[in-house]
């Protein structure tokens, strides 16, 4: 703009030099020719400028130019770098142990500092193959994830993602129906045993009632020979009624009448005494009822518990057998204690007034008179005892019928079923091997397994199904092939009952074994009784059978209780059958009904007849003769929910257990397999799944230093 405005002066200069200006008008000019100069000055500053500017602008290109050049070289490094230590990563944890992944499909890898020298060893290789320019200063795992960590989640975890690549999910679409009823049959287990716990405390208030008439029956001995002594005193003092007695036979009959009357305060005092000890033996009832009480209550709290798993069914059932022993606890005529502790009531007031009337001095000239008055007034009061009539009243209490079933042998039988079901369920050898190994993964494993997985059901049903098809179990053995984990004959196995191992963590086959049996029969024990509770045929047999042991109590609690010890000794039995059928091999109802019921009650109790001991075996044997609703080997079932063989059972104990004891136990069971191949200290808290690091670098021109992470996991 500057140069313009001075052009356009210039025409002005020349018009007025042609034209012979004055002096002023020269001057004009002349001003004009300065604003010229000036203007033309302002010119060459501003190119100037523009020079400058143009210099700055060529330097800031040339230096992005330069950036962008060290920015595409360091991009470059960057991902040399970032290769380097993700191929280093890869090649560390392909050093994990061929054996585990060949038995197992586990992936685990030792730890030790080896890893470290290798990952820098790694890195270093691949970083002088791409440039020269960086430098590995330091790289190092620092922070590792142990197989043992996390309640075993890295075994778990790589389970669990075998299984499902190789289609296992199929195995869980049956899990859920065997889980509830499952719950079902635990369920009516626990209110069953709460009832059945009655029959303790009621027994206890019972033993009480028997020895309260024993003592009243003593009592009663003790008063028919006070009524003798007060027969033979009236007798006596009727001979003082005669005139014609002579002063030494009047002397005599009153010393035989002395003689009389302390033979019957004698009677009269020791009475009182065995009247005292009633109290104590009511005192002693009343706190047992008490306890009795209590329990009811406690059977319809666990019955409360327990009301969803039940079902309506079920429920209503055991609510009115609960109801029916609390409203019947005592007699129908009413309780024999109150009547007992009335009757010594009035014996103690009757006899303090026979003392009384009976304190006079017969000896010395006593009136006749007053001797008749004595005598007719021991005589009334004698006859006003009632002790001997409550004796004879409820005498069939205390009276023994050999011919009626023993409710205590029935609780015999119970338990020793109980202490001896391994004996009774299998009649074969079982495996004598034991284990002496220390830092065993079950002992070491750290945290707990993963409980907010919203599949934690299908991630359980797939580990279980895993473990069934890699570890054996005592059915294995009964077929000649030997199935499992591979390479390991069973002569090397460590435990041939690896399976019972993990759910039970024993060390010895034997221990495991019987572990699982109590189990499976529990379960069974559940199950069946669940069925008498709903079978009202078969649910009046055992009431009927109570009534025949305890009727005569009339005692409804006992009785009812007494039912329910009989249900549950006739489940419990029938349970046993069943398994000695699974531990042959066969396959067993999980729902029991009447076409698949096999023992009967009256062989049962027929057992407390005999020798419980050696009947027992034989009973349940010719029992198991003619299974019915059993499936053979060779003729499963198409709906396989009906009927279950014993991988089937151990299906459903490890789908109960805990999911960290689970996979502690698993871990232990492979590192016992490890063992038996030649590895000797393999444990699984020396391996790791997981490792992250860091790993720094200098860049040789400048000395800068860079870190890049290093990490590795065979789970994500």
Not at 538 to 549: D, M, R
């Given at each position: 703009?500057?140069?313009?405005?001075?052009?356009?002066?210039?025409?002005?200069?020349?018009?007025?030099?042609?034209?012979?200006?004055?002096?002023?008008?020269?001057?004009?000019?002349?001003?004009?020719?300065?604003?010229?100069?000036?203007?033309?000055?302002?010119?060459?500053?501003?190119?100037?400028?523009?020079?400058?500017?143009?210099?700055?602008?060529?330097?800031?290109?040339?230096?992005?130019?330069?950036?962008?050049?060290?920015?595409?070289?360091?991009?470059?490094?960057?991902?040399?770098?970032?290769?380097?230590?993700?191929?280093?990563?890869?090649?560390?944890?392909?050093?994990?142990?061929?054996?585990?992944?060949?038995?197992?499909?586990?992936?685990?890898?030792?730890?030790?500092?080896?890893?470290?020298?290798?990952?820098?060893?790694?890195?270093?290789?691949?970083?002088?193959?791409?440039?020269?320019?960086?430098?590995?200063?330091?790289?190092?795992?620092?922070?590792?994830?142990?197989?043992?960590?996390?309640?075993?989640?890295?075994?778990?975890?790589?389970?669990?993602?075998?299984?499902?690549?190789?289609?296992?999910?199929?195995?869980?679409?049956?899990?859920?129906?065997?889980?509830?009823?499952?719950?079902?049959?635990?369920?009516?287990?626990?209110?069953?045993?709460?009832?059945?716990?009655?029959?303790?405390?009621?027994?206890?208030?019972?033993?009480?009632?028997?020895?309260?008439?024993?003592?009243?029956?003593?009592?009663?001995?003790?008063?028919?020979?006070?009524?003798?002594?007060?027969?033979?005193?009236?007798?006596?003092?009727?001979?003082?009624?005669?005139?014609?007695?002579?002063?030494?036979?009047?002397?005599?009959?009153?010393?035989?009448?002395?003689?009389n009357v302390e033979e019957i305060?004698?009677?009269?005092?020791?009475?009182?005494?065995?009247?005292?000890?009633?109290?104590?033996?009511?005192?002693?009832?009343?706190?047992?009822?008490?306890?009795?009480?209590?329990?009811?209550?406690?059977?319809?709290?666990?019955?409360?518990?327990?009301?969803?798993?039940?079902?309506?069914?079920?429920?209503?059932?055991?609510?009115?057998?609960?109801?029916?022993?609390?409203?019947?606890?005592?007699?129908?005529?009413?309780?024999?204690?109150?009547?007992?502790?009335?009757?010594?009531?009035?014996?103690?007031?009757?006899?303090?007034?026979?003392?009384?009337?009976?304190?006079?001095?017969?000896?010395?000239?006593?009136?006749?008179?007053?001797?008749?008055?004595?005598?007719?007034?021991?005589?009334?009061?004698?006859?006003?005892?009632?002790?001997?009539?409550?004796?004879?009243?409820?005498?069939?209490?205390?009276?023994?019928?050999?011919?009626?079933?023993?409710?205590?042998?029935?609780?015999?039988?119970?338990?020793?079923?109980?202490?001896?079901?391994?004996?009774?369920?299998?009649?074969?050898?079982?495996?004598?091997?034991?284990?002496?190994?220390?830092?065993?993964?079950?002992?070491?494993?750290?945290?707990?397994?993963?409980?907010?997985?919203?599949?934690?059901?299908?991630?359980?049903?797939?580990?279980?199904?895993?473990?069934?098809?890699?570890?054996?179990?005592?059915?294995?053995?009964?077929?000649?092939?030997?199935?499992?984990?591979?390479?390991?004959?069973?002569?090397?196995?460590?435990?041939?009952?690896?399976?019972?191992?993990?759910?039970?963590?024993?060390?010895?086959?034997?221990?495991?074994?019987?572990?699982?049996?109590?189990?499976?029969?529990?379960?069974?024990?559940?199950?069946?009784?669940?069925?008498?509770?709903?079978?009202?045929?078969?649910?009046?047999?055992?009431?009927?059978?109570?009534?025949?042991?305890?009727?005569?109590?009339?005692?409804?609690?006992?009785?009812?209780?007494?039912?329910?010890?009989?249900?549950?000794?006739?489940?419990?039995?029938?349970?046993?059958?069943?398994?000695?059928?699974?531990?042959?091999?066969?396959?067993?109802?999980?729902?029991?009904?009447?076409?698949?019921?096999?023992t009967d009650i009256n062989g049962?109790?027929?057992?407390?007849?005999?020798?419980?001991?050696?009947?027992?075996?034989?009973?349940?044997?010719?029992?198991?003769?003619?299974?019915?609703?059993?499936?053979?080997?060779?003729?499963?079932?198409?709906?396989?929910?009906?009927?279950?063989?014993?991988?089937?059972?151990?299906?459903?104990?490890?789908?109960?257990?805990?999911?960290?004891?689970?996979?502690?136990?698993?871990?232990?069971?492979?590192?016992?397999?490890?063992?038996?191949?030649?590895?000797?200290?393999?444990?699984?808290?020396?391996?790791?799944?997981?490792?992250?690091?860091?790993a720094t670098f200098a860049y040789?021109?400048?000395?800068?230093?860079?870190?890049?992470?290093?990490?590795?996991?065979?789970?994500?």
């Amino acid at each position: 703009p500057a140069v313009t405005s001075a052009l356009q002066y210039i025409p002005d200069v020349q018009y007025h030099s042609h034209n012979n200006l004055s002096v002023g008008q020269a001057d004009m000019s002349k001003a004009t020719v300065m604003r010229i100069s000036k203007a033309i000055n302002y010119n060459n500053m501003c190119r100037a400028q523009i020079t400058v500017m143009a210099t700055l602008v060529f330097m800031i290109v040339i230096s992005f130019v330069t950036t962008c050049v060290n920015a595409a070289a360091m991009s470059g490094y960057n991902t040399v770098i970032k290769q380097a230590c993700s191929l280093s990563d890869e090649s560390v944890f392909t050093a994990y142990s061929n054996d585990m992944l060949r038995q197992f499909d586990i992936f685990a890898l030792k730890k030790s500092d080896i890893i470290n020298d290798k990952v820098n060893q790694y890195i270093k290789t691949s970083i002088n193959t791409h440039s020269k320019d960086i430098q590995l200063v330091n790289a190092q795992y620092d922070e590792y994830r142990y197989m043992t960590d996390n309640g075993g989640y890295g075994v778990e975890e790589q389970i669990v993602r075998y299984m499902q690549s190789g289609g296992y999910i199929d195995v869980i679409r049956d899990y859920n129906s065997v889980k509830d009823g499952i719950k079902q049959s635990d369920s009516v287990s626990k209110v069953s045993s709460d009832i059945v716990e009655v029959k303790d405390t009621a027994q206890e208030s019972w033993i009480d009632m028997k020895q309260l008439i024993n003592v009243c029956d003593n009592i009663g001995d003790k008063e028919d020979e006070l009524q003798q002594y007060a027969k033979q005193l009236v007798n006596t003092v009727n001979t003082l009624k005669e005139e014609e007695l002579t002063q030494d036979e009047l002397d005599n009959t009153k010393k035989d009448i002395a003689e009389n009357v302390e033979e019957i305060r004698d009677a009269a005092d020791e009475i009182k005494d065995m009247s005292y000890k009633i109290y104590d033996i009511i005192d002693t009832y009343e706190g047992h009822m008490t306890d009795t009480t209590q329990q009811i209550s406690a059977s319809y709290e666990a019955l409360e518990r327990h009301k969803e798993e039940l079902g309506d069914t079920v429920y209503s059932a055991m609510k009115d057998d609960i109801n029916n022993m609390e409203s019947g606890g005592d007699e129908q005529n009413g309780s024999p204690v109150d009547v007992v502790e009335a009757a010594v009531d009035n014996d103690i007031s009757a006899l303090d007034e026979l003392l009384k009337k009976s304190d006079i001095n017969i000896r010395q000239d006593e009136s006749i008179d007053n001797i008749i008055n004595m005598s007719g007034n021991v005589q009334r009061l004698c006859g006003e005892l009632k002790v001997r009539e409550v004796a004879d009243r409820y005498r069939e209490y205390i009276d023994e019928d050999d011919s009626k079933p023993d409710i205590n042998v029935l609780t015999r039988i119970y338990k020793l079923f109980k202490e001896g079901i391994t004996g009774l369920v299998i009649d074969t050898d079982i495996s004598d091997k034991t284990i002496e190994y220390d830092n065993l993964a079950d002992s070491v494993v750290t945290g707990t397994a993963c409980d907010d997985i919203s599949n934690l059901s299908i991630r359980s049903a797939l580990v279980n199904e895993y473990i069934i098809s890699r570890f054996q179990n005592y059915t294995d053995y009964i077929d000649s092939e030997n199935k499992g984990t591979k390479d390991i004959l069973s002569e090397d196995r460590l435990l041939d009952y690896e399976t019972e191992y993990i759910l039970c963590g024993g060390k010895s086959d034997k221990d495991n074994l019987c572990e699982v049996i109590t189990k499976l029969s529990h379960i069974r024990e559940g199950a069946n009784l669940l069925y008498l509770i709903t079978d009202s045929q078969k649910k009046n047999e055992c009431f009927t059978l109570a009534v025949q042991i305890l009727g005569y109590t009339g005692n409804m609690v006992l009785i009812k209780a007494a039912q329910y010890l009989i249900m549950t000794l006739w489940a419990y039995a029938e349970s046993i059958v069943e398994l000695r059928g699974l531990y042959s091999g066969e396959s067993i109802s999980i729902i029991k009904n009447a076409g698949n019921w096999e023992t009967d009650i009256n062989g049962l109790i027929n057992l407390g007849r005999e020798n419980i001991s050696s009947g027992s075996v034989q009973w349940l044997k010719n029992a198991g003769k003619n299974r019915k609703g059993t499936v053979q080997p060779d003729d499963k079932e198409t709906d396989e929910i009906l009927s279950l063989d014993y991988a089937g059972y151990l299906r459903i104990l490890l789908l109960m257990q805990n999911g960290t004891t689970r996979n502690a136990r698993v871990m232990s069971a492979m590192e016992l397999v490890m063992v038996a191949l030649g590895h000797n200290d393999f444990r699984m808290k020396d391996y790791i799944y997981e490792a992250d690091g860091t790993a720094t670098f200098a860049y040789v021109k400048n000395g800068q230093q860079y870190t890049q992470k290093l990490s590795y996991s065979y789970v994500s």
